[in-house]
């Protein structure tokens, strides 16, 4: 197992060696900087865009609490408690490092809205370790991968270049369902991992329509602020389904339970299908 762990984590060093040899440096860009809703209320710039940043920080504060008061959330695992305590650390954070950057948006203030969201993307990876590959394997990727993140934000600060970030990003968008498809969770209420990873892909829609969305509306709302929104909604399903879930029975993946259904269904279509035909050939007594 030790070397299958060892190789699993070369193999990832190379793959990233060899993305940053072959792919152009990807530059942060100023347009960034330019959202849809510039507005400014109650002397607050950018006010939607900067008050739609509070849920982050109550639902952040919220998870924390419900982590130690009482043990709430059953973590019983080697490593959960430290790993959900980084994950609501890094959404409190996001809360209001972003809401700093937004009251006046440069590079700079940029740092400090990236870097909570990278400690809440790592963390949800050695979660997921943890849960379902190996808790000590998951417990020891927590400071790794933190580190990961942190060491992607500088490169960008320091470089000008996005892709170590990027990586850390997009990584998790991509390995997480996979993962909560195909590997068999120890816990139930598996899906809303789901739930959260298809909010956080629409909160990414949101965020490239900004300006359509602004127009759209009327000028009443923009991409960017809905974007805030939905992505907030990512902490609350993983919130609801730490109160919600229990140890698992049965350890099935997603994708075993899907073929079982499937097969339920198809099982009942057949027999609804031969008892139609039974009645067909029942004799008509005159």
């Given amino acids: 197992m030790r070397k299958r762990a060892t190789a699993a984590w070369g193999v990832a060093i190379v793959c990233f060696v060899v993305l940053m040899l072959v792919t152009p440096k990807i530059p942060q860009s100023q347009e960034y900087h330019d959202f849809a809703d510039q507005r400014e209320v109650f002397g607050i710039p950018n006010t939607l865009n900067v008050i739609s940043n509070f849920p982050f920080l109550i639902i952040g504060l919220i998870g924390l609490i419900l982590c130690y008061y009482r043990n709430y959330f059953k973590l019983s695992l080697q490593g959960e408690l430290l790993g959900w305590t980084c994950f609501y650390v890094g959404v409190a954070a996001v809360g209001i490092g972003s809401s700093y950057y937004h009251l006046k948006p440069n590079d700079e203030r940029l740092v400090w809205d990236r870097l909570p969201m990278t400690i809440a993307f790592t963390s949800i990876i050695a979660i997921f370790i943890i849960e379902r590959v190996d808790d000590r394997k998951g417990t020891v990727s927590i400071i790794p991968l933190l580190l990961a993140g942190v060491v992607s934000i500088l490169y960008w600060r320091f470089f000008d270049d996005l892709r170590p970030y990027a990586v850390v990003q997009f990584v998790p968008c991509i390995a997480i369902p996979i993962m909560a ?16 990873a298809g909010f956080y892909l629409l909160a990414k829609i949101e965020e490239a329509a900004d300006k359509p ?74």
């Avoid at 909604?233 to 698992?248: G, N």
């Fill in 181 to 196: 498809i195909l590997l068999p969770p120890m816990y139930t209420h598996s899906t809303y991992w789901l739930w959260a």
């Fill in 213 to 286: 969305i602004y127009n759209l509306t009327h000028h009443i709302v923009s991409g960017h602020t809905l974007k805030h929104l939905c992505a907030a909604m990512v902490p609350v399903f993983l919130t609801l389904m730490l109160a919600k879930r229990d140890i698992a029975e049965e350890r099935l993946s997603l994708l075993q339970i899907w073929r079982i259904s499937w097969k339920k269904v198809k099982k009942n279509g057949k027999d609804e299908e031969n008892l139609s035909s039974t009645y067909s050939v029942v004799p008509v007594v005159e």
